[in-house]
């Protein structure tokens, strides 16, 4: 499975951003998928996490309200929403598949998200 993200970019706070990561490869094998970041100097933390089906959805307290996970299996692709944002959502996000029976996590390149106060 391979997972590329794209979307990330330069926004004033306040401003919206949609960020989407595209599977390949063995893409019927994906279950749960989230979006992480990683800001200089911090842990990698869990944004947002969405079921296999896109039934059940799950976020951050910090994002609440503001960010939507979505998910596209006939086109592959997962969707991160993000409205009202603020500087302190600057970070490097990162896309993450759980793949298989083993539950084996993948990841993509991640893709710069800054945010301009």
């Known amino acids: 499975v391979q997972l590329v993200e794209s979307g990330g970019g330069l926004v004033q706070a306040g401003g919206s951003l949609r960020l989407s990561c595209a599977a390949s490869?063995?893409?019927?094998?994906?279950?749960?998928m989230g979006w992480y970041r990683q800001a200089p100097g911090k842990e990698r933390e869990l944004v947002a996490g969405?079921?296999?089906?896109?039934?059940?959805?799950n976020y951050a307290d910090s994002v609440k309200g503001r960010f939507t996970i979505s998910r596209d299996n006939a086109k592959n692709t997962m969707y991160l929403q993000m409205n009202s944002l603020k500087p302190e959502d600057t970070a490097v996000y990162y896309c993450?598949?759980?793949?298989?029976?083993?539950?084996?996590?993948?990841w993509g390149q991640g893709t710069q998200v800054t945010v301009s106060s």
């Open positions: 993450m598949a759980i793949v298989g029976g083993w539950g084996l996590k993948y």
């Open positions: 490869g063995s893409t019927f094998s994906i279950n749960a």
């Open positions: 969405i079921t296999s089906g896109g039934g059940s959805t």
